[in-house]
């Protein structure tokens, strides 16, 4: 699944114009509710600040994310996504809904409440190990 789904977004990626270090900033962004920061980003991407700052600046200059001041801190800068942005994934977004549309309808609710739960747990038994392998490598002093 996991293959497939990258397969997905490499091709979206191409037809957009745009390559993966950007579509993952992106979906990245997108994810965080508004709370994504140049700091987050580079780390989830495994970048270095410098790197993050010239990805961020082409993706401002292009339109797919804003920058925003921190309302609670104002050396902090939050990244936001960009209209560029929302109109180049309007077309997955649709496809994709039409894709789980598709699929679901052959499923009882009763089973997709089943395979909802599972992912759901799955998904935070991923973060605690996650979350534990970070905290070994930052005890040995290595970046995750």
């Known amino acids: 699944m996991t293959d497939e789904m990258s397969r997905g977004y490499r091709a979206f990626s191409a ?11 992106i979906r990245f962004i997108r994810d965080q509710d508004g709370q994504a920061t140049p700091t987050t980003l580079g780390r989830h991407l495994g970048m270095t600040s410098g790197a ?13 994310v804003l920058r925003e001041q921190h309302p609670n801190d104002r050396r902090a800068t939050l990244l936001r996504i960009g209209p560029g942005a929302e109109e180049m994934a309007l077309p997955l977004s649709r496809s994709a809904q039409r894709l789980r549309e598709t699929v679901l309808a052959d499923y ?9 739960r599972f992912l759901s747990d799955i998904v935070a038994a991923l973060k605690v190990r996650n979350a534990s392998l970070e905290e070994e490598l930052a005890a040995k002093g290595k970046n995750a």
């Open 15 to 25: 037809a957009a114009g745009i390559n993966m270090s950007d579509m993952m900033a």
């Open 52 to 64: 993050t700052a010239i990805l961020i600046n082409r993706l401002e200059k292009d339109g797919y």
């Open 108 to 116: 009882a609710r009763s089973d997709i409440e089943v395979i909802e």
